[in-house]
Structures are given as structure tokens and as C-alpha cells.
């Protein structure tokens, strides 16, 4: 295959192989300073980790492409997390329980979507509200207090296939599908229509209503995956399960190429932004430096990310520096 | 450098010298030495991509020049931005007005104070707003707007035209640069934007006219500069330059083959059968009691100024905005389009007439191309890239989309060439029915020869139905097999193409109808050769 092929391919885009390039080489920097970075079992350790960021972040991808924005993510989590402990402690069969807290995420979604497309609300505010409702709906579902999970549900969060931990193959199985959605099916580019120019999409008959309100769906539906997935990796239904989380999320996303104006962004890219935070969380335990640093340098990376994705775009080619710089070089 | 000293003369308000600008491996603009001169109007002219829109962004700071230099006054300057050349007395009305929708007109003419004044300046809405009155009143303007404290969001394309261009005489320039000023307007209102060319003329400011509408600017021009592929052409004053000669320069050896080309000749309209579209009696917002027929085979244009109710009317047929009353037919069965997807699914596309509200930007061609047209290659809602593209590059060629190919992203094309893509992806779906508003907008001569051959052969061939909107006569009277008029929300005359249907337009367009005439005997002699 030619290379023009190869950059055909959906998945291998110069995006993505930059950024999984500079986790690469991060991580080999990494592992001088302590060796056990780059084994085996520490690369588990760290998806492990990052399963539940990452599992959201594919739907957060969809919503970004879409230009919205989903702050309700962590709640939402946490809200259908627990709705399923509740309803297998009811006494349910775990296999509904498990359909309960998706049909609870896909519903905060779609209430969210609803409102979105049909109030004309803008999406920061919606999530933002639901953000709050969710979580204040957890606490009171709960009343504070953690519900224990069924142990056949367990396996989701603790359980292996092939030495492979469960969580790891749900996510990496939803970045296989969920890029092959955004890339090859007719909905998945109605998202990239619509995020690029709503305008011209409304006038070539996309059906605006429909697409956006899916972005939302996928989004929470993400979110119960990852509730699920959280709930059976710590046994417990916690209220304050996901607290936060939507902002790690939403950075995982951006780091990934994806951009806050729309119309553009990958499934592989957030999934290599959300390993590239979860790398570095570890790195900065492995190597005993503050979690103050720890999370100083997250917050960096995620601009830096979002500046080099503004270069690559040649947002700064005709700034005066750079033609002084060209100059200077003879060019 | 020494060419640079003997071109500048006293009356040389701007000049450059071996001007040249490339992006990546195209170069845009190839060693240009040109000079506008104060007094004077200078026409620059050229088709889509011959750099003209380059050249005004080299003198405008917007962006910088790989070679060469410009001078100001006869002495070299650097343009780093776009602040710099307005504070060197240089202004460019672009050709898409840019306006803070949510500020009044006062504010926008005079939005270069925000970025002048001290951040903490008081901010009299009372003042500015007599400040932008008297300066209307300098450049005769004063009857344009009835209220400047209103906001700019509910202006037409014309008046937000007219905004833009106080605002660029607010700074007082010395060469103003008016990109395609007049490609929105309607004859009336170019005679008015012209007016205000004369006054400037008079103040001897250095006016730099680009338009397509060669008529038009001949009539004000002093001086025509005609670029090809980057480069300058030809060079002299209207009486040296004649239109004729220039349009041969503009297109260069192409246009001979491009008038080689034999067209299908109009198809014979059965009244009696079953038209495409059928409205009766429609009424909708700013327009009442509509009647239309469109026949297969058929091309219909509608005349009619800016505010007409045109748009409006073919936006109440789509469903876009509401239908009051009436009823409408497509081929035979009663439909009423509650969104414009419920038209598209219905085969009828329509390509809007701002470029801007209609291109994926981010993309490339094909992405633009099959945006609509998904489902088809492949199923359960999956589709296969290399399908995709291999019929994007089809229909692109079809259309004659000037690219490498169609993973070509849509940016690096010209205007022609992206209306081109437009088009490509309006036919994609295969409609029966295509409206277009304003079809040819901003595009270059020869781009518009093609276009209208490709518009003939898919109606009188293939059969389509074609409707479209159109405020410049030539293009009505050139297209259209019959023409429909309408003045204040009503069709006043629905007519068979001939020298009657000329007079009509020409009468509704505000222009002269002896050109008119004119026209249209040049035209059937054409024909007949």
C-alpha cells in the first residue's frame, strides 16, 4: 500500500500519529528515570485507569464535533452508576441492572439534547444544569450511603479475558466502533457537518434536531459505560462517584485534536489524550514527585495540546514573528 | 529598488514592485509592479484566482509578501497587519460585509474606535450616532438608513454594505480598495455606491474597483489593470483597454474553446403537462397571492431587486420559513415542506446565495460533495470512503472542478470553483427541481460561461426543472428560457425569453432598456452563427 494509502486509512491520521508519538517518547523519558514505567504491567495499571475518562471521552468526542459541549458527564456517570446498583439491589436480574443505568444515562442525555435543540438553551448552560440535577438526584437516591453491587456484575470492573482487564477491552472496543461511527457511517459525518457549519447543513437538508440530539445521547450513554464500569471496579455505588470527572473528559478530547469550534476531532486521538493524562498522573506517583506538580503539568499539557493544534493549523503562519523568524533564516 | 523609485511619480498613492506571494507551493501572485494613482479609479480585474484578492490583502496587511514591496507615498512600508495600513490611510470593503450583527450601524461604522480609544473611554451612543450621521451626509448618504441606533442584524445585503463602506471612509483613507463592492447590489443600488465612487474621485482619493460586472465598471473606471494566474496582463485606461480586449486578456487562449462549445438548444413546454411545481396562490412573509408553474426541461429565472420578496418566496415554496396560504404541486401531488429537509427529500435542491452559509469549510471537496448523499454508499447507515470518493471525483469532473483531486481541501479553491462543488453536490442527490439564488454570485466570467452551459445542457437534456434568482439582467437574460418579475411581493409579469422579456427585466432591475435590447440582439445573433 502506497502512502497516500496508508494516510487514507480512518485511523492513522498525522494528528494522531504525533500525539501517540509524543507519548511514546514520554514515556521512554519516563522510564530512565524510573524503569518499571515502561513495563507491562504499569501500561496496564495505566489503562486501567484511564478506561473510565477514556469510555467518556468518546462520547464528549461526538458532542465537541457536533460544537456542543457536555458538562454533565461526571454526574451523569455517577447518577446511572448508581441507579443500577439500586436496582439490582431491588432485587433485579443483574443483566437489567446493567440496562437501568444505561437507559438512566441515554435519558439525562436526551432530557439534556431535548433541551438543547428545542429550548435553543446553549449547551454550557443545559449540561451545566444537569450537572448539578444529576448529582443532586444521586445524593438523594442514595441518601448518602454506598449501595453494594451484585457480585455477578463484578467482572465488568475486575474481571480479564485473554490476561486483558474487562474495562480496557470495553473501552477499546467503543474507540473501535465509535471511530468507525464517526468516520464511516452517514450520522457520524452529519456530526461533522453540522459541528463544521450549521448553516450549511440546515440548507442541504441534514437533519439538524436528530443529529445533535444523538450527540447527546451517545454522550450519556458513554457515561453510564463508564458509571458501570467505575461502580464494578470498586464494588460500591458512591454518590460522589465521577465528581469532576467531565473536565478531565473534556481535556482528554482537546488534547486529542478535537476543536471547541466544531467540525473537526477523532475517537483515537481522545483516546491517546486520555492516556497521555493517565500517563502522567502515574509518571508523577512512580516518581514520587508532588501531586501539586502533578497537576500543574496536566494543565499545561492541555494548552500546549491546544496551541500546537492552533500551529498545525498554520493559525500563526503569517504572524509577525514567524515571517521575522523566515527572514532570518533566509526564507 | 530602482524600479520602485521611477514608477512612483507625486500622484502614486500606492505602489508596489515585484510583488510576489506563495502559499506552500502555490504562488498566488507572480512579480506584480503596479501603482494607484490618486483621483483615480482603477478597475482591477481578473478571473477567480488570477490574485487580485491577493493583491489587496498584500496592500491591506492581511497578509505579508514572500517578494517585493509596497510603498505608501512613494516610500516602502511594512504592512505587519491590518491596523498598520488603516493608520497608513489605506481601507478595503471586503466582499462579504463584516458587522457586529448585535451593534447598531453607529457603532459598526465607527468600530475602529475600540480598538483606537483608551479601553476605559466613555461610550456615548447619542454622539456617535450624530458622527455617523454627518459622515453619511458628506458621502450623500444621508437618506440610507432612517435610524442608526438600530441594530445591524436586520439589514439587507445591500445595507450592510453601505455600512461597511462608511465605516472604511470613517478613517479618512487615502486608497480605498472596494472587493467585489457591487456583486449583491441591484442596479439601483450601484448607481448609489457609484455615486459615492465620484465623490471620492473628487476628494482624490486612489479608488481600486474589483468586480466581475464589467459593464458596471467600465462605466466608472479611469484605469483598468487586468490580472491572469498571478500576474498583471494588461494595463491602460478604459479608452485604451476597450471591454472587449480585457475580457480576452481575463481568460487568456481559454475562452476560444470555451465559445467553441455548442449548447442544447431550449426544449419545446407542453403547457398542458404536468409541471415540475405547481404553486397557487401562496402567500408567506413579505409576499402574497403566488402563482408558479416550472416544466421539466424548463429554466426559470426570477427578476426582482433586493427586497422584491424573491428569496422570501422561494424560501416559503421550500418550507424554510412559514406558508401562510396556498398550495403547491410537485409533479402532480399535493405537498406542503414543513422544514427544507422535507423539500430535499422530496428532489428538490436549492443552493442558497450566501457561499459562506453553505460550504464545509473544515473539509474537503468530496466531503462537500457527498454531504448529502451518504446513505448511498453503502448500508444500514455505513458507508465506503473509497466509494464516496470515487463519486465525488465523478461528479466533480463533471462539473469541471479545477483540483487535484478531491481530497483537496475546499479553502484552497477559488469562489467559482467552490460554487462548482455547490452545484455538484445540489445534482448529487439527483433532484427534479433545482433552485438556485443568485447561481453565479462573485464568479469569474469564464467560470460563469461554463456554469450557465452545464445549467442549459441539465435542463434541456437531462430534463431538470431549474429555477433561480438572479438580480444581474445579463445572466437572466442569458439563462432563463422564461423570466418571471417580482416587485413587492408579487409576480408582476411572467414571460417567454425574447426581446419583450428584455425590456421587462431591464425595467425591473433598474437598468436602461436600450442595453437591453442591445443585449438581446447580440445574443440572438450569437445564436444563429
Redesign the interface.
Same mark, same amino acid.
Given at each position: 500500500m502506497s502512502v497516500a494509502g496508508v494516510r487514507n486509512l480512518p485511523f492513522l491520521k498525522g494528528q494522531e500519529l504525533g500525539l501517540a508519538a509524543v507519548v511514546i517518547v514520554l514515556s521512554i523519558a519516563f522510564s530512565f528515570f524510573n524503569p518499571h514505567f515502561l513495563t507491562t504491567d504499569n501500561f496496564r495499571n495505566i489503562l486501567v485507569a484511564v478506561a473510565v475518562v477514556g469510555i467518556m471521552a468518546i462520547g464528549q468526542c461526538f458532542v465537541i464535533i457536533a460544537k456542543e459541549i457536555d458538562l454533565s458527564v461526571g454526574s451523569v456517570m455517577g447518577l446511572s452508576g448508581l441507579c443500577g446498583a439500586y436496582a439490582m439491589s431491588a432485587g433485579l436480574h443483574p443483566a437489567l441492572g446493567v440496562l437501568v443505568a444505561l437507559a438512566v444515562g441515554a435519558g439525562c442525555g436526551l432530557i439534556s439534547g431535548l433541551i438543547v435543540v428545542y429550548g435553543k438553551v446553549n449547551s454550557f448552560i443545559v449540561t451545566l444544569g444537569m450537572l448539578s440535577v444529576a448529582r443532586g438526584l444521586t445524593y438523594v437516591l442514595s441518601g448518602g450511603l454506598p449501595i453494594l453491587i451484585d457480585p455477578r456484575v463484578m467482572f465488568i470492573g475486575q474481571g480479564e479475558v485473554l490476561g486483558i482487564p474487562v474495562q480496557v477491552l470495553i473501552f477499546f472496543g467503543l474507540v473501535v466502533l465509535g471511530q468507525i461511527v464517526l468516520k464511516r457511517s452517514v450520522l457520524g459525518q452529519r456530526v461533522v457537518a453540522v459541528g463544521d457549519n450549521d448553516e450549511a447543513a440546515r440548507l442541504s437538508g441534514i437533519p439538524m434536531n436528530s443529529t445533535r440530539l444523538a450527540v447527546f445521547v451517545f454522550s450519556g450513554l458513554a457515561a453510564a459505560v463508564a458509571g458501570l464500569v467505575y461502580t464494578a471496579q470498586v464494588s460500591v455505588a458512591e454518590a460522589q462517584a465521577g465528581t469532576g470527572l467531565e473536565l478531565d473528559v473534556i481535556a482528554a478530547v482537546v488534547i486529542g485534536g478535537a476543536s471547541l469550534s466544531g467540525g473537526r476531532g477523532s475517537i483515537i486521538g481522545a483516546m491517546l489524550g486520555a492516556y497521555l493524562l493517565g500517563a502522567l498522573r502515574n509518571a508523577f506517583i512512580l516518581l514520587e514527585l508532588s501531586p501539586f506538580l502533578q497537576q500543574m503539568s496536566v494543565g499545561l499539557v492541555i494548552v500546549l495540546a491546544a496551541l500546537f493544534d492552533q500551529f498545525r493549523q498554520g493559525a500563526f503562519q503569517h504572524s509577525v514573528l514567524a515571517i521575522r523568524l523566515r527572514r532570518l533564516f533566509g526564507r | 529598488m530602482a524600479g520602485m523609485t521611477s514608477s512612483s511619480s507625486a500622484t502614486d498613492a500606492l505602489s508596489v514592485a515585484d510583488l510576489g506571494k506563495s502559499f506552500g507551493a502555490v504562488q498566488a501572485l507572480k512579480d506584480v509592479t503596479l501603482s494607484f494613482r490618486y483621483g483615480e479609479v482603477t478597475a482591477l480585474l481578473g478571473e477567480n484566482g488570477a490574485g487580485k484578492s491577493t493583491l489587496i490583502r498584500l496592500c491591506s496587511g492581511?497578509?505579508?509578501p514572500t517578494t517585493g514591496k509596497v510603498a505608501i507615498d512613494g516610500q516602502v512600508r511594512e504592512l505587519?497587519?491590518p491596523l498598520a495600513a488603516t493608520a497608513l490611510g489605506i481601507a478595503v470593503v471586503h466582499q462579504e460585509p463584516q458587522l457586529v450583527s448585535a451593534m447598531t450601524i453607529a457603532e459598526n461604522i465607527f468600530l475602529a474606535r475600540l480598538g483606537g480609544n483608551a479601553a476605559v473611554a466613555a461610550h456615548r451612543p447619542g454622539a456617535l450616532a450624530r458622527e455617523a450621521r454627518a459622515l453619511l451626509a458628506e458621502i450623500s448618504l444621508s437618506g440610507a438608513f432612517a435610524d442608526l441606533s438600530m441594530k445591524c442584524a436586520g439589514l439587507s445585503a445591500a445595507e450592510r454594505q453601505l455600512v461597511e463602506i462608511a465605516r472604511a471612509l470613517a478613517a479618512k483613507p487615502k486608497v480605498l480598495f472596494l472587493d467585489e463592492p457591487n456583486s449583491s447590489l441591484t442596479r439601483r443600488e450601484t448607481d448609489r455606491l457609484f455615486g459615492i465612487v465620484r465623490l471620492l474621485r473628487e476628494q482624490s482619493v486612489a479608488v481600486v474597483l474589483v468586480s466581475h460586472r464589467l459593464g458596471e465598471v467600465y462605466e466608472i473606471s479611469d484605469r483598468v489593470i487586468v490580472m491572469r494566474d498571478g500576474s498583471k496582463v494588461g494595463e491602460g485606461t478604459v479608452g485604451d483597454l476597450p471591454k472587449t480586449q480585457a475580457i480576452r486578456l481575463m481568460a487568456g487562449d481559454r475562452l476560444v474553446e470555451q465559445t467553441a462549445r455548442d449548447e442544447a438548444a431550449a426544449r419545446e413546454i407542453d403547457p398542458k403537462a404536468v409541471p415540475v411545481l405547481r404553486v397557487r396562490g401562496a402567500s408567506g412573509i413579505a409576499f402574497s397571492d403566488v402563482d408558479i408553474d416550472i416544466h421539466a426541461g424548463e429554466i426559470v429565472g426570477m427578476a426582482g431587486l433586493v427586497g422584491s420578496g424573491r428569496t422570501e418566496i422561494v424560501r416559503g415554496v421550500l418550507g424554510a420559513d412559514p406558508l401562510y396560504s396556498g398550495s403547491i404541486e410537485l409533479n402532480g401531488d399535493p405537498v406542503r415542506f414543513r422544514t427544507?429537509?422535507d423539500?430535499?427529500?422530496h428532489g428538490i435542491s436549492?443552493i +442558497?446565495e450566501e457561499r459562506r452559509?453553505?460550504?464545509?469549510?473544515?473539509?474537503d471537496i468530496g466531503?462537500n460533495l457527498t454531504?448529502?448523499v451518504?446513505?448511498r454508499f453503502?448500508r444500514l447507515?455505513?458507508? +465506503?470512503?473509497r466509494r464516496r470518493m470515487r463519486f465525488a471525483q465523478e461528479r466533480a469532473d463533471r462539473v469541471g472542478v479545477k483540483a487535484e483531486s478531491v481530497?483537496t481541501p475546499i479553502r484552497a479553491l477559488s469562489g467559482g470553483n467552490q460554487q462548482k462543488v455547490l452545484l455538484a453536490?445540489a445534482l448529487a442527490s439527483n433532484p427534479s427541481l433545482l433552485i438556485l439564488d443568485e447561481p453565479t454570485r462573485g464568479v469569474d466570467v469564464r467560470t460563469k460561461a461554463e456554469m450557465y452551459a452545464l445549467i442549459r445542457n441539465l435542463a434541456h437534456v437531462e430534463g431538470l426543472a431549474v429555477w433561480f434568482i438572479s438580480s444581474e439582467m445579463d445572466e437572466i437574460l442569458h439563462l432563463a428560457d422564461r423570466v418571471m418579475v417580482v416587485r413587492e411581493g408579487r409576480i408582476v409579469d411572467n414571460i417567454a425569453k425574447g426581446p419583450q422579456a428584455a425590456q421587462v427585466v431591464a425595467s425591473a432591475l433598474g437598468e436602461k432598456a436600450e442595453d437591453a435590447v442591445a443585449f438581446f440582439g447580440r445574443q440572438e445573433r450569437g445564436e444563429a452563427h
Open positions: - | 492581511e497578509h505579508q505587519p497587519n427544507l429537509r423539500a430535499v427529500k436549492f +442558497s452559509t453553505s460550504v464545509f469549510y473544515g473539509h466531503f454531504s448529502n451518504l446513505g453503502g447507515g455505513f458507508f +465506503s470512503q481530497a453536490r
